[in-house]
Nanobody
Framework: QVQLVESGGGLVQAGGSLRLSCAASGRTFSSYAMAWFRQAPGKERLFVAAITNNGGMTYYADSEKGRFTISRDNAKNTVYLQMNSLKPEDTAVYHC??????????????????WGQGTQVTVSS
């Protein structure tokens, strides 16, 4: 079992940056692949980025590639999402998620068994 708590959200102007953090409980964080998803009001939850358990591989949604960077520090049980060049359409609640194993696309919600409550990101124009 792992529990996830996100932080770092807030209000930022378009073109600005934010770094989200997701702190995980437990001593087996390094065995979990991690991901970020986001959900805008009235819309479905969408994949943003994922990282394998040792950080060796990362995956991004096309719309975030080049602007967002996912990383992790297994010594701190934390995964990060650095978001640059933010746009109003990035406004959403951002959730981190955890999964065991490497099979699958890394991008599907159904592959992740553990979720945080989310942190709100609002980008003003």
């Amino acid at each position: 079992q792992v529990q996830l708590v996100e932080s770092g959200g807030g209000l930022v102007q378009a073109g600005g940056s934010l770094r989200l953090s997701c702190a995980a409980s437990g001593r087996t964080f390094s065995s979990y692949a991690m991901a970020w998803f986001r959900q805008a009001p009235g819309k479905e939850r969408l994949f943003v980025a994922a990282i394998t358990n040792n950080g060796g591989m990362t995956y991004y949604a096309d719309s975030e590639k080049g602007r967002f960077t996912i990383s992790r520090d297994n010594a701190k049980n934390t995964v990060y999402l650095q978001m640059n060049s933010l746009k109003p359409e990035d406004t959403a609640v951002y959730h981190c998620a955890a999964r065991r194993g490497l099979t699958g696309t890394q991008r599907a919600q159904s592959e992740y068994g553990y979720w945080g409550q989310g942190t709100q990101v609002t980008v003003s124009s």
